[in-house]
């Protein structure tokens, strides 16, 4: 958010779903990450009145069919594993599991994160996508970041996401394409 609003300073008064009063767990029932950005903005434009921009991220894994995708978030839970220790690493477990069902295994392990946002300004809607292509490692490394940051190495790097740190990953993510997107067309 600090970041957006450094961006459009000047231009538009950023808020948060905090800044407006917005406490609701807002459905994400989509099943694309536009469908679901645009379910999360219609919601508070529908609740309170404002024109906003939402997003939806997750990562898509190519042998998996770009599963998780969308349930991302939620993919442990998904397949019946409990959350322990961490969503995140419960997530994590799965996933890699999924991949590599054997220790012979040797799968495609080419993935990219994407972001899609949804823009609802003036009366219509716009779409700002942002893809980040990597590939997915067997152990974890990094303390840096959330969700599969630890397992994620995005192309022209040798580091994980979680080992990247704050600053390089917020320059190159999925997410920063997207905003860089957002932030030129509202400029």
Same mark, same amino acid.
């Given at each position: 958010?600090?970041?957006?609003?450094?961006?459009?300073?000047?231009?538009?008064?950023?808020?948060?779903?905090?800044?407006?009063?917005?406490?609701?767990?807002?459905?994400?029932?989509?099943?694309?990450?536009?469908? /679901?950005?645009?379910?999360?903005?219609?919601?508070?434009?529908?609740?309170?009145?404002?024109?906003? %921009?939402?997003?939806?991220?997750?990562?898509?894994?190519?042998?998996?069919?770009?599963?998780?995708?969308?349930?991302?978030?939620?993919?442990a839970r998904m397949h019946g594993v409990d959350e322990v !220790?961490?969503?995140?690493?419960? /997530?994590?477990?799965?996933?890699?599991?999924?991949?590599? !069902?054997?220790?012979?295994?040797? !799968?495609?392990?080419?993935?990219? %994160?994407?972001?899609?946002? *949804?823009?609802?300004?003036?009366?219509?809607?716009?779409?700002?996508?942002?893809?980040?292509?990597?590939?997915?490692?067997?152990?974890?490394?990094?303390?840096?970041? %959330?969700?599969?940051?630890?397992?994620?190495?995005?192309?022209?790097?040798?580091?994980?996401? *979680?080992?990247?740190?704050?600053?390089?990953? /917020?320059?190159?993510?999925?997410?920063?394409?997207?905003?860089?997107?957002?932030?030129? %067309?509202?400029?």
């Amino acid at each position: 958010m600090e970041e957006i609003r450094s961006m459009l300073a000047g231009k538009f008064d950023v808020k948060s779903l905090s800044d407006i009063g917005c406490t609701a767990d807002i459905p994400e029932t989509g099943t694309t990450f536009r469908q /679901n950005a645009l379910q999360k903005a219609q919601y508070v434009k529908d609740h309170f009145g404002y024109d906003c %921009f939402a997003d939806d991220s997750g990562l898509q894994v190519h042998a998996l069919g770009d599963e998780p995708g969308v349930y991302s978030a939620r993919y442990a839970r998904m397949h019946g594993v409990d959350e322990v !220790p961490t969503k995140d690493a419960a /997530n994590m477990q799965v996933l890699l599991s999924k991949l590599w !069902p054997s220790a012979e295994s040797a !799968p495609d392990t080419s993935a990219c %994160f994407r972001t899609s946002i *949804a823009l609802i300004y003036e009366g219509a809607t716009h779409y700002f996508d942002g893809i980040v292509e990597g590939h997915i490692i067997r152990e974890r490394r990094g303390s840096e970041g %959330f969700g599969y940051d630890p397992i994620f190495v995005p192309r022209g790097y040798d580091q994980t996401f *979680a080992e990247l740190g704050a600053d390089i990953k /917020n320059g190159i993510s999925h997410r920063a394409r997207a905003v860089a997107k957002l932030v030129e %067309f509202l400029g």
